[in-house]
């Protein structure tokens, strides 16, 4: 279902030639109306991919007609060629789409940096992309953006009359990401492109930004949503808002749960937190720690490797008050030896740690994986 | 030679019965005078080992007369009782050294962190190194505060009339560190305390500091610096602070050639930057990039995920202007493609990366470690 989910989309997967392995490497996502209000979230790294550098400017004018995807390259630190390869990108899909214009068409990019894309095998692409587009097309649109991803991620929500769906591909954060995360969402509902940003945004922090595998940034991430309004139908903000969350929270666990060579999806809680801020600074913290995450990969519940990380942050603490619990154990209490570490039951995918800053009520959650032989393989080997 | 090199000190290292395996775990080094100046650089993790907060207070007399260090357990998490057993080692020490007070007395741990030292080994151990005290006791010290390290880590300058000898334990930082960082530096000039301390904060500033393996830091980390004045030589500041300096940086760099698991040792130089402060951010970026340590295990010269680190930074550049060598090969140049990348060779173990910010005229070297299976397998058995 994915990005077609919602009325008034049509959407198509092919495989353009762009990678070598003639696996699908081009998507077409085009929002046929009635409206074409848009918002969209891109990656913090200054050091940004054209296709980014493109669809920052789309998006301020609120309105997008069409997502152009590949994969196979991320037109990323490709200077002044890169940016006009893009720029040809959305002229080509607005010449073929009649009555678009190139300033509506969003472009996203991902695969390697550094490298040009293969135009002349791209724009025939996206020509054939074109005559494919159909309202069945989202499933095939969601495997052409996959690059080490081994599955493909929609999820969708349906309410009274409207529906939000979406697509997925990467392993990561918004900002920071494993790999380039692209997110395209769609919806029927008939809101405007400031409503859709206020929603978009509120949930990406929640469940995108908290999604952190490895915590290495890219140049290329970028989350979309589309509303055609073909529904007729005006959500309130709070449900409309919740809709957005629940699909943008369904696919952060599917990134999670397909991170490159992960073999555990690490749940790290924050509790008793001063403030929001501390308690995500404190999160982030643990999840980012390497010897933290081969200990976990090691079912070994190392707290003091938690508390560790606790110590490097500004948030609010006091040593001798911190509390850690793994997967329900509080094998940490006041700063010291809690409960027998040999009561955690570390066996299963999932593990989850809670860190108590005994310091307030603020709480956040952020998701993480171990650190493991596969993932050094992976990366060790993945341009050369 | 070690920190026995300089006149006025003795040593020993011996095994107490700490590390279950029989193998040294229990070092002391005196101070025979006549002075007793010292200064001590601590771990910034907010998270203190005992020893940690016992040896700050002592340091904050400017004299230290002797220093009990223990491997086979960090004293960390552990709580009032852990402090009452750093404060009676302390002791024990002060008591069998005739003439000592235990308020001049370092005390250093390593080890897992959550455990209670094993005083009825570690006391009795006290006595039976005191009783091996010697002016060739240096090199069997450094062996005894050895944890993963592979080899002994010890270091010596020897001016006119005056040396600086040291040890070394770990590898990684003085804060974060890949494992607890332990050195203890000696000196036979002539100096006051308020002289030490300012060398050795400028010493350790620019090299055990940029010596980041694996970017966590320990809870126990501590760089100590003891003057007995025995050569009756007082030297200019600058020729004591360089010859501080050499030692830090030698023991630093035997730091990270036999860090955890590790396969290559990378320099990141970074140069055109505005300030040192932005050289630091970006060289540290870089250094703790998990995507680019694989690619460097891999051998594979991915000038792209070093754009990416220095694109999370706030230092100051314009991607466009980004200029990146790595082993010689200007790979990256003005943010895009530079010379061939096939022409890297990277077959050896030190891997040299240049990254231009062209923005001003400051540097900064920072030297980190490949991510490696070695290092996940090392990192996930430790404790369990």
Redesign the interface.
């Known amino acids: 279902m994915s990005v077609t989910a919602a009325k008034g989309f049509t959407a198509a997967g092919i495989a353009a030639g762009i990678k070598e392995n003639g696996n699908p490497d081009l998507a077409l996502v085009v929002n046929n109306g009635p409206r074409l209000a848009a918002a969209g979230v891109f990656t ?5 991919a054209a296709p980014v550098l493109w669809s920052e400017q789309v998006l301020k004018g609120g309105q997008v007609s069409a997502v152009i995807l590949n994969s196979g390259g ?1 037109n ?4 002044a060629k ?1 940016f006009q390869d893009t720029h040809a990108t959305a002229e080509k899909v607005a010449e073929v789409l009649e009555g678009h214009s190139a300033g509506e068409v969003a472009v996203c990019s991902t695969g ?5 894309l293969p135009m002349d095998k791209l724009l025939p692409g996206v020509e054939t992309a074109a005559a494919q587009l159909s309202e069945h097309g989202g499933e095939k649109a969601a495997i052409a953006i996959k690059t080490t991803d081994t599955v493909h991620k929609t999820s969708v929500v349906t309410k009274d009359g409207w529906t939000v769906g979406g697509m997925a591909k990467g392993a990561g954060m918004l ?2 990401g ?1 790999a380039t995360m692209l997110v395209v969402l769609t919806t029927d509902a008939a809101l405007d492109s400031d409503v859709l940003d206020r929603a978009l945004r509120a949930a990406t922090k929640v469940t995108f930004d908290r999604v952190d595998s ?6 290329n991430d970028t989350v979309l949503l589309l509303a055609s309004g073909a529904s007729e139908v005006t959500p309130e903000y709070e449900e409309f808002a919740e809709a957005v969350r629940t699909v943008c929270d369904d696919l952060g666990q599917q990134l999670i749960r397909d991170a490159e060579g992960a073999s555990k999806d690490i749940k790290v809680e924050v509790v008793g937190a001063a403030t929001e801020d501390d308690a995500v600074e404190v999160g982030r913290s643990i999840a ?4 933290l995450k ?2 976990i ?4 519940p ?4 938690v ?7 500004s948030a609010a ?1 006091e ?2 008050r ?1 509390n850690v619990a793994i997967n329900g154990v509080w094998v ?1 209490k ?4 809690g409960e027998d570490r040999d009561k955690v039951d570390m066996r299963y995918r999932e593990v989850h740690i809670v860190a108590d800053l005994a310091a307030g009520p603020a709480t956040a959650t952020i998701w993480t994986n171990d ?3 596969d ?10």
Do not use: Q
């Open positions: 913090s790294n200054r050091v940004k991320a990323a630190c490709t200077g890169g390697l940096i550094g490298v040009l900002a920071p494993l490895d915590g290495c940034m890219s140049t980012r720690n390497n010897l081969c200990a990969h090691g079912e070994d190392n707290w003091g490797r508390l560790s990380a606790i110590g490097t942050t603490f040593p001798d911190l940490c006041n700063g010291g030896v650190l493991t032989a993932y050094v393989h992976e990366n060790s080997a993945y341009s050369s």
